[in-house]
């Protein structure tokens, strides 16, 4: 079993930056692919960023590809996601995701149904 934990998330204004981190539990976590996904209010959890278990491999949804980057420290357990020029669209709240599962199709880093573990999420809020 692996816990979770995001951290980073907090209060900024348009055009502002954070750096979201999340740390497992478990050594483990060097052999699993890694996600981050979103839910704003009124709305369902949203793919956002994924990156493979080497970090030689990411993935971005369209709205945040050139402003969002995903990275990982195997030794310290944990994966980044350093966000740039944020815009209020971004406010959610910003969950970690890890899978155990190896590459199976096209959709696999996507999909909320890859993912074995997620942590409890932390909150981003952009001011205009």
């Known amino acids: 079993q692996v816990q979770l934990v995001e951290s980073g998330g907090g209060l900024v204004q348009d055009g502002g930056s954070l750096r979201l981190s999340c740390v497992a539990s478990?050594?483990?976590?060097?052999?699993?692919?890694m996600g981050w996904f979103r839910q704003a209010p009124g709305k369902e959890r949203e793919f956002v960023a994924a990156?493979?278990?080497?970090?030689?491999?990411?993935y971005y949804t369209d709205s945040v590809n050139g402003r969002f980057t995903i990275s990982r420290d195997n030794a310290k357990n944990t994966v980044y996601l350093q966000q740039n020029n944020l815009k209020p669209e971004d406010t959610a709240v910003y969950f970690c995701?890890?899978?155990?599962?190896?590459?199976?199709?096209?959709?696999?880093?996507?999909?909320?149904?890859?993912?074995?573990?997620w942590g409890q999420g932390t909150q981003v809020t952009v001011s205009s």
């Open positions: 995701a890890a899978t155990s599962r190896t590459y199976q199709s096209g959709t696999y880093y996507y999909s909320r149904d890859t993912y074995d573990y």
């Open positions: 478990r050594p483990t976590f060097r052999f699993y692919n």
């Open positions: 990156i493979s278990w080497r970090g030689d491999s990411t």
